[in-house]
């Protein structure tokens, strides 16, 4: 890796813009507009019109599915799983599986993300895409089950993709029990239970629609959230996706087991699901991130569409022009990411010690003229295209929205055979 | 003019997409897949990759205030007038809204759009920025008052402007009598008059918040449909922007009076008035079409965000994903748009004898991998940054997202100057 200076550009830095230059080594930051000793840029970045964020952090997603971005669309949910996603799922082997994940990395790259949480379905084929396209990841193998078995194939496979991505130090891993209604209460035990031998975080789809809710109720007299707990999965640090229909007292429980809820503002919508009690989440203290959810249920994994869904929707549903503004937005989108992602520190910040992992945007584009309040523009008026270079552990993965190592096109192919089998 | 063709592309027509070759002579469709007798084009576009939609329309906006994108957000709605907008707008000079109106015309044609519907606040600018930019528009002199005074001056100026107009054959204009608040039933009832002696058609902001609604209750014991009809404003055909507050017998009126409705959903969530009851107003018959309303209150005039939120957030808010699907959000977005706008049978459809007002997007885009479903990636997917082309009235305005004729630059320059005053 070499040297890079990001000069004289516009930066976010603790929720701030301001003109910065900017010092990568290696894979960090070295420094901001103090030169490290015996630096020489191998690569020099003007900042003239141009702001430097960090890149977003997409905290629940499903890469494999990308093919799938429009397989089944306007149709009631039983449908949408069991006639469109389910045939064309089954029929995917793992080699689709690797060229969906590497289409979904082309676009969460193109959009400014740097780094994503996903669940999987095909062991080996989110790690491997990761390593090519540079990005960083951190992966669960979905798990689905109802009884107590610690040489269950699915935890097994979880693990050995462990080991896989060991040696490559932007992959960490998570276990991902997949949600109450396919991990029966001794199945989600085991789990946590692995998940705290092995020192491992729980990323699971929770409280997601009013029928997971309602027949948790009558088998199991409780919550999603209270059954999660009672099968330990809050022991560990966990992720809850969507957190929908949640009542209350599952804030508090949220709240009190540090529980991080990644909203999917698109999802939730396109399946009419509803509206995520966001606002009251954040009130009660809790860590809430962002995620575009995977393709088949949004459609797109762009974090600026997703930021602009968040940032809006709550002031239509809470009747309120105050509530989750640009700055809170942005935040959510960066920092709140690494923090669930149990990567507080390393990445979702523009910080000296930090991973150098970010996104550098035009601002010569009609989104973000002028430039009175370039932190609103962001979260408002950008769309994702004014992205044009983007950094990862110090890497330039994409310049002038043309890749460095990845054949766009061949992916593009690879992706079109795949709903065409 | 010249004759085009664009030769093998996938197309829009008649809510389908397929392959078609298009054929424009001077200012019109001249033909599909049939070559019109003497053809000699003088630029030919390669179709390959390439998705040709009918220009998008955008129903209600206010281009002038494209520089105040972001001087007030996240803030109470009496703020966000009197502390952000209004200051200044009050400093603007008609050369600041000629500016304006071209930055808002920039970032709507980069985005496809080719037609918009325009109230604005300063005599001549847009019709000036217009018929530089190429654009079709509708435009109005936003008109408030109080006594029935036909030689009330903003009358005055509204019709002048329309002179001025006269030449251009892209533009027309109606009458755009500001909002309930803002025009006493007498000088409501005046311009209903004036319009129906000149033929011309009413542009209205209609029932947006609830203070609207409950102050007239208050002072006129109706609701603000009522309160219009009264004044015989859909005596003539009607534009009613926004429509957020409407009761069911109001939709009835809209529907008897055959009042086109625009919904505006970024701007009604974003100032806090919530979501118009569109797929009731849909369902009654009425003619819906789709706005951005202007800058400062979505921030963008992208009509690509405008789609998708239109598409997601009633199925939020109905609990249910069987509702405004992406073929109806693309006919709201084009064909409704040209209804509303007196324009049925001149733009908003790909078809012969219509203006050659076009959008053509490629298809080589992570958004749109893969091809399977063509429709739903506009309405789902799609950013806007796939607008690659934009032709409207037969002239390519821009083509590779570059400019023919316009000084972009400059632009962004004048349009930055306007907020550091």
New interface residues.
């Given amino acids: 890796m070499a040297d890079i200076l990001i000069k004289d550009a516009d930066a976010l830095i603790d929720g701030k813009i301001g003109k910065h230059s900017i010092y990568i080594r290696d894979d960090k930051i070295s420094g901001i507009d103090t030169e490290p000793k015996d630096f020489k840029p191998d690569t020099v970045i003007d900042g003239a019109d141009r702001l430097v964020i960090p890149g977003l952090i997409n905290a629940h997603t499903h890469s494999y599915m ?2 799938l ?3 089944a ?5 039983m449908d ?1 799983l069991l006639k469109g996603v389910n045939p064309v799922e089954d029929k995917m082997t793992p080699e689709d599986a690797y060229w969906g994940a590497m ?1 979904a990395m ?2 969460m790259i ?1 959009c400014g993300t740097t780094t994503f949480n996903d669940m999987q379905m095909h062991i080996h084929q989110t790690t491997r895409a990761a390593k090519e396209s540079g990005m960083r990841a951190v992966i669960s193998r979905g798990l689905v089950g109802s009884d107590y078995d610690k040489n269950d194939v699915r935890i097994r496979e979880a693990l050995e993709e462990m080991e896989d991505g060991k040696e490559c130090d932007r992959l960490s891993f998570m276990l991902g029990p997949h949600a109450p209604y396919s991990c029966g209460p001794d199945y989600l035990r085991c789990v946590a239970d692995i998940a705290k031998e092995k020192g491992l975080g729980l990323h699971i789809h929770l409280a997601e629609s ?1 029928t997971e809710v309602e027949n948790l109720r009558k088998e199991h007299n409780c919550t999603a959230i209270e059954y999660a707990q009672k099968a330990g999965c809050f022991e560990v640090p966990c992720i809850a996706a969507h957190c929908v229909q949640v009542t209350d007292q599952d804030i508090e429980i949220l709240k009190n087991r540090n529980v991080s809820v990644v909203t999917n503002p ?1 999802s ?8 995520a009690p966001v606002p009251k989440m954040i009130e009660a203290g809790i860590n809430v991130a962002l995620g575009t959810d995977g ?1 088949a249920s ?5 974090m ?2 997703e930021m ?2 968040l940032a ?2 709550h ?9 989750i ?2 700055e809170e937005t942005l935040r959510i989108a960066t920092e709140n990411g690494a923090k669930a992602l149990g990567l507080e520190g390393v990445t979702g910040k523009i910080a000296k010690g930090y991973k150098a992992d970010l996104a550098i945007l035009r601002l ?1 584009t ?2 973000m ?5 370039v932190l ?2 962001l979260t ?2 950008a ?3 004014e992205v044009d270079t983007v950094i990862i552990d110090g890497d330039i993965v994409m310049e002038g929205r043309e890749f460095k190592s990845l054949d766009v ?1 061949k992916i ?1 192919a690879e ?2 055979k ?3 089998k």
């Fill in positions: 990308a093919p971005r429009n397989i669309d306007d149709m009631p949910f949408w289409l082309v676009e193109m009013v698109a939730n919508m396109k399946l009419g699901n509803g509206f393709a949004n459609n797109s994994l762009n600026f569409h602009s869904l809006l929707i002031k239509g549903v809470g009747k309120t022009p105050v509530c503004g640009a010569d009609p989104s003229v002028p430039r009175n309040n609103s523009s408002y008026s769309n994702g295209s096109e593009y992706a079109e795949i709903v065409k």
